[in-house]
């Protein structure tokens, strides 16, 4: 069966960190560029960090810069996002997704082009920034 597992949200303080992961089982990360995206509450669906398949270019969302980061270890078939300095703002249930878009800011910007076929989702974990 093919998955792709999140874990690693939580509830953390404003200023704190979170480690996220995106497993997948089934199949093989490496030939897929790798898209972390969130959902807050009475909010679309937005793109957080993109990483490509290939030589590992990466895109990150203006309110996270500086503050993310995105890499992946094919080895273990595993996508990481590392947040630091949380903020309230952050809150959200985070999703991956992968894909094989024409760059990573295309699957970042415009994933809700893609059609259902071109992008396969994980379930998600919920991160909560509070004090």
């Known amino acids: 069966q093919l998955q792709l597992v999140e874990s690693g949200g939580g509830l953390v303080q404003p200023g704190g960190s979170l480690r996220l992961s995106c497993a997948a089982s089934?199949?093989?990360?490496?030939?897929?560029?790798i898209g972390w995206f969130r959902e807050a509450p009475g909010k679309e669906r937005e793109g957080v960090s993109c990483i490509s398949s290939r030589n590992g270019s990466t895109y990150y969302a203006d309110s996270v810069k500086g503050r993310f980061t995105i890499s992946r270890d094919n080895a273990k078939n595993t996508v990481y996002l590392q947040m630091n300095s949380l903020k309230p703002e952050d809150t959200a249930d985070y999703y991956c997704a992968a894909s094989e878009p024409e760059t990573v800011q295309a699957m970042c910007e415009m994933f809700t082009d893609l059609r259902p076929w071109e992008i396969f989702w994980g379930q998600g974990t919920q991160v909560t920034v509070s004090s």
């Open positions: 089934g199949f093989t990360l490496d030939y897929y560029a």
